[in-house]
T-cell receptor, first 115, second 113 residues
């Protein structure tokens, strides 16, 4: 079945460091891909998405490119801030159904940014 | 806008009792809501899809008689864990669909003693 694999955390970085969180997926057809962020005590929030191959999602300085050839959707940010400390989840919905349908999540990666 | 709330945020109960968790869409109507379960350091696992006015659709391996879902209105879905046991202790998260996007509640921590 469809699945998502994320790099294990926690990831600890100093402020202004470059961030990469790896995400790879297994799916049939053409899934839609998402990154969600969960700040302490809050619900998951959609960070960015991409619905077809080679699309780049971006938001708040974060970027991820849908790479069908490597089945990857790695999250990057050029310069992290303390306020970026959170748990990040990579997810997919099968066959491009948008995120109104069934979401399949990775295990989440905790990011801690130190001043 | 697009806020989803859950109540309670945490609950502790004795083994054998039932616990009800509410999920509300505060400023929009949601014909579809989802219930997820999250174990420590693991991903969210979809338990069931809740559709207003009809029976919920459960994922494989989820006991429908143990996890009762009621979606009685366009703003409220409830999950009742019946005869809870310690292995049901987990973090339960709901989400609601609106305008082509899915919005998540903050979750409910259930601890069964």
């Amino acid at each position: 079945g469809d699945s998502v694999t994320q790099m294990e955390g926690p990831v600890t970085l100093s402020e202004e460091a470059f961030l990469t969180i790896n995400c790879t997926y297994t799916a049939t057809g053409y899934p839609s891909l998402f990154w969600y962020v969960q700040y302490p005590g809050e619900g998951l929030q959609l960070l960015l998405k991409a619905t077809k191959a080679d699309d780049k999602g971006s938001n708040k300085g974060f970027e991820a490119t849908y790479r069908k050839e490597t089945t990857s959707f790695h999250l990057e940010k050029g310069s992290v801030q303390v306020s970026d400390s959170a748990v990040y989840f990579c997810a997919l919905t099968p066959n491009g159904s948008g995120n109104t349908g069934k979401l399949i999540f990775g295990q989440g990666t905790t990011l801690q940014v130190k001043p | 806008g697009a806020v989803v709330s859950q109540h309670p945020s945490w609950v502790i109960c004795k083994s054998g009792t039932s616990v009800k968790i509410e999920c509300r869409s505060l400023d929009f109507q949601a014909t579809t809501m989802f219930w997820y379960r999250q174990f420590p350091k693991q991903s969210l696992m979809l338990m069931a899809t809740s559709n207003e006015g009809s029976k919920a659709t459960y994922e494989q391996g989820v006991e429908k008689d143990k996890f009762l879902i009621n979606h009685a209105s366009l703003t409220l879905s409830t999950l009742t864990v019946t005869s809870a046991h310690p292995e049901d202790s987990s973090f339960y998260i709901c989400s609601a669909s609106s305008r082509g996007e899915q919005f998540f509640g903050p979750g409910t921590r259930l601890t069964v003693l």
